[in-house]
């Protein structure tokens, strides 16, 4: 394992993660790349792809601390652990400013500050605040929602001929999970921008609920109808197709959200960023069929 890296991506077992190493990699040298994850097990893949892995979880500053060792820049993908994600990510930016880390860019949520959801921007928000308090310089990525969010819904829309939601004719202005990978590949290995620069970052394009079941009826064949629900019954329909109650809660919050316009940006910094238009999400939803 080299002692100093220039790069180290957090979450780099997850899907976000592995894609930003994936940027990474068709962009810098791969010994120039590290690789945080929670668990040894997860280090062969990407040791496979030449990067140095290093072990810590969120919940372990000493850990961390170690881990950050001799990094420069680091890019801090959110804990997948809704609830526990302020404290954690309070851990990673402590260990970072105590290893001498010199830039922090953290994955945040669009708006975050004046968003219409109210379950996950408040950890994001508490994030921000950390870094800024910390002294670190650092960049929010603030992202919009990956297509793919809606993707993962397909089968289950397929089998029951239609799609549920609560998001009344709110638009998403979605782009691939890949889009925004990039992108953070791009902002951690480019001339760091001036500290606090903040991104809001969201698809080129964008849809309702209605729009989707009509292009997943056309491209599958099968007619699939959309009907929305109440925030209640929307809520109780997917604690009853099997999800957490907190993640249901947090689902249908979302949409409810998204309905308020929380999930639609005209914003152009994402593709600015890339350089070219974001991933249209028909080509998205075309591709998981």
């Known amino acids: 394992m080299s002692d100093t890296l220039k790069y180290l991506v957090t979450g780099a077992s997850g899907q976000l993660g592995g894609l930003v190493i994936d940027a990474l990699l068709a962009r810098v040298p791969a010994a120039e790349i590290g690789a945080l994850v929670r668990r040894p097990e997860a280090a062969a893949p990407l040791e496979a792809k030449g990067v140095s892995v290093r072990v810590a979880s969120y919940d372990d500053p000493a850990a961390l601390e170690a881990a950050f060792a001799g990094v420069e820049r680091l890019l801090l993908v959110s804990s997948s652990e809704v609830?526990?994600?302020?404290?954690?990510?309070?851990?990673v930016i402590g260990a970072a400013k105590r290893a001498g880390v010199r830039f922090v860019a953290y994955t945040s949520i669009l708006r975050a500050d004046r968003s219409p959801l109210t379950?996950?921007?408040?950890?994001?928000?508490?994030?921000?605040?950390?870094?800024?308090?910390?002294?670190?310089p650092y960049a929010l990525l603030r992202n919009g929602w990956y297509t793919e969010n809606y993707t993962m819904g397909v089968p289950m829309a397929l089998e029951?001929?239609?799609?549920?939601?609560?998001?009344?004719?709110?638009?998403?202005?979605?782009?691939s999970r890949a889009d925004y990978a990039e992108a953070a590949a791009i902002v951690l290995s480019?001339?760091?921008?001036?500290?606090?620069?903040?991104?809001?970052?969201?698809?080129?394009?964008?849809?309702?609920?209605?729009?989707?079941?009509?292009?997943l009826s056309e491209l599958s064949g099968k007619e699939?109808?959309?009907?929305?629900?109440?925030?209640?019954?929307?809520?109780?329909?997917?604690?009853?197709?099997?999800?957490?109650?907190?993640?249901?809660?947090?689902?249908?919050?979302?949409?409810?959200?998204?309905?308020?316009?929380?999930?639609?940006?005209?914003?152009k910094s994402l593709s600015t960023l890339l350089g070219r238009p974001t991933t249209p999400w028909r080509d998205t939803l075309a591709a998981a069929l």
């Open 119 to 136: 379950v996950l921007p408040s950890e994001h928000v508490a994030t921000e605040e950390a870094l800024a308090a910390s002294g670190l």
């Open 224 to 267: 699939i109808a959309y009907t929305d629900m109440s925030f209640e019954a929307y809520q109780a329909a997917l604690i009853g197709a099997g999800l957490p109650a907190p993640v249901a809660e947090m689902l249908a919050d979302s949409e409810k959200g998204a309905a308020q316009g929380g999930l639609y940006s005209q914003d």
């Open 160 to 175: 029951h001929g239609g799609l549920i939601g609560t998001i009344g004719e709110g638009r998403v202005s979605s782009a």
């Open 190 to 215: 480019s001339d760091l921008p001036a500290t606090g620069t903040v991104y809001e970052l969201a698809g080129d394009t964008a849809f309702n609920l209605s729009e989707f079941a009509a292009a």
């Open 83 to 91: 609830g526990k994600r302020a404290a954690q990510h309070e851990n």
